[in-house]
C-alpha cells in the first residue's frame, strides 16, 4: 500500500532543500482544504489551497498534495529559505460550512 | 485592501473589567469569524458570523459576547474574564463558506 506521511510537531530544515510538511485531516466530508503560515506573534497567511476534485496544485515555490482515499494533505515547499521559518498549519472545511477546522501545526526552522 | 485590521494590538485587563476587541474589513466580506488560539496551539473556532448575523457559536462561555454591528465591523466584548482565558485572538474574514479566510495580526490578551 501507499505509505503515508506522519505528522510531525518540529521539523529542520537546511537552506536550499526542500521541505515536506505532512497533516492527516479527519473530516472525510471535507473538501476544501488550506495551508496557512503563522509567524511568531502574526496572524495566519494564507499560503496554498486545494478543493476535494484535485490532487495537486502549485504555487511559487509551494505544491500541496491531497490524498482523499487516507485522508492526507502535504505542503512541499521548494528551496526552503530562512523567511520560511514559522508554524504551518493545514485547515479543512466542507461545502456550504463557514467552520474552517485547523490541525496541530508544524514548527519548520530552516538551518543556514 | 487585503487586510483584516483588529484593534488593540495588545490588552492587559483585570478579572472585574470590561473590554472590547475590535475587527475591522473593507474587502466586502459576508463572513467574519473570532478564533482563538491558546501558546503553541492552533486557532479554535469561536464564532461565525454570516451576513451580519450570528450563524456559529462554538459553545463559548457567556462572558465573550460578539457583536456585529455592520458588515466590515465585528467586535468582542469581554467581561469577567478568567485568567485562562488570556490568549491570542483572531479575527479572520472571508467572502462566502468554502473559501479562504484572510486572519488579523490578532489581539494578545492577558487576564490578570
Known amino acids: 500500500g501507499e505509505s503515508v506521511g506522519l505528522h510531525l510537531p518540529t521539523l529542520s530544515v537546511q537552506e536550499g532543500d526542500n521541505s515536506i510538511i505532512n497533516c492527516a485531516y479527519s473530516n472525510s466530508a471535507s473538501d476544501y482544504?488550506?495551508?496557512?503560515?503563522?509567524?511568531?506573534g502574526k496572524g495566519p497567511q494564507f499560503i496554498i489551497d486545494i478543493r476535494s476534485n484535485m490532487d495537486k496544485r502549485q504555487?511559487?515555490?509551494?505544491?500541496?498534495?491531497?490524498?482523499?482515499?487516507?485522508?492526507?494533505?502535504?505542503?512541499?515547499i521548494a528551496a526552503t529559505q530562512p523567511g520560511d521559518s514559522a508554524v504551518y498549519f493545514c485547515a479543512e472545511t466542507s461545502s456550504n460550512d463557514y467552520k474552517l477546522s485547523f490541525g496541530a501545526g508544524t514548527t519548520v526552522t530552516v538551518r543556514a | 485592501d487585503t487586510e483584516v485590521t483588529q484593534t488593540p494590538k495588545h490588552l492587559v485587563m483585570g478579572m472585574t473589567n470590561k473590554k472590547s476587541l475590535k475587527c475591522e474589513q473593507h474587502m466586502g466580506h459576508r463572513a467574519m469569524y473570532?478564533?482563538?488560539?491558546?501558546?503553541?496551539?492552533?486557532?479554535?473556532?469561536?464564532?461565525?458570523?454570516?451576513?451580519e448575523k450570528l450563524s456559529i457559536n462554538e459553545s463559548?462561555?457567556?462572558?465573550?459576547?460578539?457583536?456585529?454591528?455592520?458588515s466590515s465591523l465585528l467586535n468582542l466584548h469581554l467581561h469577567?474574564?478568567?485568567?485562562?482565558?488570556?490568549?491570542?485572538?483572531?479575527?479572520?474574514?472571508?467572502?462566502?463558506?468554502?473559501?479562504?479566510?484572510f486572519f488579523g495580526q490578532g489581539t494578545r490578551l492577558t487576564v490578570v
Open chain 1, 59 to 76: 504555487g511559487q515555490r509551494v505544491t500541496v498534495l491531497l490524498n482523499k482515499t487516507v485522508k492526507h494533505l502535504s505542503l512541499q
Open chain 2, 34 to 51: 473570532w478564533y482563538k488560539q491558546k501558546a503553541k496551539k492552533p486557532p479554535e473556532l469561536m464564532f461565525v458570523y454570516s451576513y
Open chain 2, 60 to 70: 463559548v462561555p457567556s462572558r465573550f459576547s460578539p457583536e456585529c454591528p455592520n
Open chain 2, 80 to 101: 469577567a474574564l478568567q485568567p485562562e482565558d488570556s490568549a491570542l485572538y483572531l479575527c479572520a474574514s472571508s467572502p462566502r463558506e468554502v473559501s479562504r479566510a
Open chain 1, 33 to 40: 482544504f488550506i495551508w496557512y503560515k503563522q509567524e511568531s
